[in-house]
């Protein structure tokens, strides 16, 4: 069979090692997903730099799922999967108090069916959130300022810093792509 080819709306060094590490995930058990050959373009979207909502954060990764299809398409090239990643905040009030969390999207399509996945919810500080939601700044400069580093996001992100590295953002997009790809891993299940 064919090498597949996954096309990625993201040049992020994170989502770049979560593709790959979601895929070499599924080649355990389908070794169609083996040797896969991961595109990546840099993407625009119409979504706020910073997601705050499930809406956002979804339509972002949906948004450079078709944005990576478009850019290889005007090349003459294509994929089998074009894949979006967009990490935000969601926030909900539960008895009048409010929660925010930081979430990622995943949105895998291969042109005809397209499946979001969603990554694990952290819990983030309200001086964090503040700093964000009222200082109207993205979460990688706030995560910058708050740890002393730089560029945080392209390495282990603002999941890293919330869990002390037990969950880093590119493992939380990893287990979105997981659910995102299930389909095309597993199309017996879906396509009943």
């Known amino acids: 069979m064919p090498q597949k080819t996954i096309a990625l ?28 050959n991961v595109v990546a373009r840099r993407v625009e979207t119409s979504v706020p730099a910073m997601p705050l909502t499930d809406w956002q954060l979804m339509e972002g990764a949906r948004e450079r799922a078709l944005a990576a299809r478009d850019a290889l398409k005007s090349r003459r090239l294509e994929a ?69 580093e730089r560029d945080v996001r392209s390495k282990q992100g603002a999941w890293g810093v919330l869990s002390k590295d037990l969950v880093t953002r590119s493992l939380s997009f990893e287990l979105a792509l997981i659910a995102a790809f299930a389909p095309f891993y597993n199309p017996k299940l879906y396509n009943q």
């Open 9 to 36: 709306g993201s040049d992020r060094a994170a989502k770049i090692m979560a593709v790959r590490a979601s895929v070499a995930r599924i080649a355990t058990i389908d070794p169609d997903w083996a040797n896969a």
């Open 80 to 148: 089998d999967i074009y894949v979006g990643l967009e990490g935000g905040f969601h926030s909900i009030s539960i008895e009048g108090e409010w929660h925010t969390f930081l979430r990622g999207w995943a949105y895998a399509t291969n042109g005809e069916q397209g499946v979001f996945g969603a990554a694990p919810s952290i819990s983030v500080p309200e001086n964090i959130v503040k700093k964000v939601v009222e200082g109207r700044r993205e979460l990688g400069t706030v995560i910058d300022d708050v740890t002393g």
